[in-house]
C-alpha cells in the first residue's frame, strides 16, 4: 500500500466518486434541458440523465442518458457523441473540477429491465407460486 494512501481512504474516494458523479448529472441534465447544444437531434428528444458514474481518478464519466419514449435511442447517443467536446467543456464550466472528465455516453436499460421484471412477476406461472407460498404461511 502507498504510504500516501490511509486506511479507509477508498470509502472516502468512493463517496468523493458518486459525489462528483451527482454533480456532473444535475450539470448535464441541464444543458440538455436548456436546449444549450445546437443540434437538431437533442433539441426534439428530451433526454433524461438518470446517473453518471465517475472513475476513480475522476477523468471518466460514463453518462447513462434514456430518451423520454426509449426511441430514437442510437440517434441520440449519435448526436451526444458529436457534441462530447461541448458538453465536456459546458459541464466543466459548471463543475468545479480540476480536470474536465471525458464523458462517454450509454443508454440507461435500468428502465426495461425493470418493466421486464414487473412482467415476468404478473406471470399466471408466478402468481400461481406467490399464491401457493402464501397459503402455506
Not at 15 to 26: A, D, F, K, S, T
Not at 60 to 75: C, D, F, I, S
Not at 113 to 121: D, F, M, S, T
Amino acid at each position: 500500500m502507498p504510504k500516501h494512501q490511509q486506511k479507509g481512504s477508498s470509502s472516502a474516494s468512493a463517496q468523493r466518486q458518486l459525489r462528483v458523479g451527482e454533480i456532473m448529472r444535475h450539470a448535464l441534465a441541464e444543458i440538455l434541458s436548456q436546449g444549450g447544444v445546437h443540434d437538431p437531434v437533442l433539441e426534439t428528444n428530451l433526454i433524461t440523465v438518470p446517473e453518471v458514474r465517475m472513475s476513480p481518478d475522476l477523468k471518466l464519466a460514463t453518462v447513462y442518458v434514456m430518451p423520454l419514449g426509449g426511441r430514437n435511442t442510437e440517434l441520440v447517443l449519435k448526436a451526444l457523441a458529436t457534441n462530447k467536446g461541448f458538453l465536456r467543456t459546458e459541464a466543466a464550466r459548471r463543475v468545479n473540477l480540476k480536470f474536465a472528465p471525458d464523458l462517454r455516453f450509454r443508454i440507461d436499460e435500468r428502465f426495461d429491465e425493470a418493466e421486464r421484471i414487473e412482467k415476468l412477476l404478473r406471470t399466471p406461472a408466478v402468481q400461481r407460486d406467490l399464491k401457493t407460498d402464501s397459503d402455506e404461511n
